[in-house]
């Protein structure tokens, strides 16, 4: 945090949701997002967070977010916490986690370093191991 | 920030800006950014940012940010800084001033209870006059 940081306005938002919908031409190598199948569940998480309730939080759609290969993708602001997911229970899991209560989904988040689904099989496999 | 925050992956991008694309039908009350001229504005930004040759930024279009009276709106995470933007010379501005330099575009800048454009003009007219 620098000087500039501490005397920005207070959040508009207490939690910006950006759901990647773009699409790319069938057969391209790094796929798409919408053809991931993006769309209905960014509406279903639309729908899903204003059945919930929930105050300052919003659910956008945004273009290319340029992690294709780990879509659908989702990247939660400010806390700049990004997610993969397929699912409606995906979806359902990252607005009670966190978004209600403020934690994360370990299982779904993605980090800097990871490029392919398979970074992140073989980091979750590594990080159970550690565990045990 | 609390204990989650700190176990947060690195951000995955050091500055990432969304502006809003979002068209409402002609003559809607609240107007919308793509009508105010968003669309161009944000092709040139992704335009000028590529020629700058900046790194770690990444400049999105999004839905409705749903601050259509102050568009063409954009926010840049994880900062949260929200500006409203009418030329490219503000673009430009943006670039140079937030993304190289870090500091802050205070003339273009929305605050939280910025609701209308009169709202910001009242406001920049009062912190002028307590300046002088």
Chains 1, 2 share one sequence.
């Not at 290969?69 to 400010?78: A, D, F, H, I, R």
Request: charged letters at 30%; hydrophobic letters at 35%.
């Amino acid at each position: 945090m620098n000087d500039q940081d501490s005397q920005d306005p207070a959040p508009y938002y207490r939690a910006h949701v950006f759901c990647c919908t773009n699409e790319r031409p069938e057969g391209h190598p790094r796929g798409s997002c919408k053809r991931r199948g993006a769309e209905p569940l960014r509406d279903y998480m639309k729908k899903r967070a204003t059945a919930l309730g929930l105050r300052g939080i919003r659910v956008n759609a945004a273009g290319c977010l340029d992690r294709c290969e780990l879509g659908p993708v989702m990247v939660v602001y400010p806390e700049g916490v990004w997610y993969g997911f397929s699912s409606e229970a995906d979806i359902d899991e990252i607005l009670e986690t966190h978004l209600v209560r403020g934690g994360r989904v370990e299982r779904l988040m993605l980090r800097p370093e990871d490029r392919k689904p398979e970074d992140v099989a073989a980091r979750l496999a590594a990080e159970q191991a550690a565990a045990e």
